[in-house]
């Protein structure tokens, strides 16, 4: 069944589709919002559009991979020439929230090596201030005792996320994530900058100043921020 999210998504990611252009290399976003947008993608590499993708994920590596899409890695291109992806929060100024797929570390590095950064989603995702989605921080196994204590004396409630089978969650990049509830985030800059200097953090979900435009589904229209 469609959803009115759903369709916000797919209006979106349509949407996106106009930053493309043929002969492009692309980063291919990680989560449901994403997804719509690859597999569109897809359709026009199947009409003709001659892109090669850089993927964020192990799973959008399979879904572009099934869809025909060909894909290459920082060995042979960089920079990116456009990213597709979604997010968790849109906040003020373009900042987001995003790592709830798992994949904030490989979303990062590809965002940082793109040219343009198109974030889309749908009207639940635009936040008058960033917090109310936890964050998640991928850390390393060995340390996460220890990041984990260091960000509840930050004033957040942290939970290990788990896979369905109740097992610690590992990332494609074999780390685990904390699910971190801060409530309204005051000051994102300052946290990301905080984090960032924890021994043990190898990425948070803290987008600060990377997307060039978003493009947000609303009932039957497209809003674009920037």
Request: net charge neutral.
């Amino acid at each position: 069944m469609t959803t009115n999210l759903d369709h916000e998504k797919a209006l979106a990611a349509r949407a996106s589709l106009r930053f493309v252009q043929d002969g492009q290399i692309l980063g291919l976003g990680t989560g449901s919002t994403a997804a719509y947008a690859v597999r569109l993608l897809g359709e026009k590499v199947r009409d003709g559009l001659r892109i090669k993708g850089i993927p964020t994920s192990a799973r959008t590596r399979e879904l572009a991979a099934s869809l025909g899409i060909p894909l290459t890695t920082f060995d042979e291109f960089q920079p990116i020439d456009v990213t597709i992806d979604g997010a968790d929060e849109i906040g003020p100024g373009l900042q987001l929230i995003k790592g709830g797929g798992g994949a904030l570390l490989r979303e990062k590095v590809v965002a940082s090596a793109s040219k343009k950064l198109v974030i889309i989603g749908d009207s639940s995702k635009p936040v008058a201030a960033l917090g109310r989605f936890p964050l998640p921080v991928e850390v390393v196994g060995f340390a996460q005792a220890l990041v984990a204590k260091r960000i509840q004396a930050l004033g957040a409630a942290v939970t290990l996320r788990r896979s369905g089978d109740g097992k610690p969650y590992v990332t494609d990049e074999g780390h685990h994530i904390l699910d971190c509830s801060f409530g309204r985030i005051s000051d994102p800059p300052a946290l990301a900058r905080e984090l960032s200097d924890m021994p043990g953090v190898m990425e948070h979900g803290l987008f600060i100043g990377m997307a060039s435009i978003v493009l947000v589904g609303k009932g039957d229209e497209v809003i674009e921020l920037r």
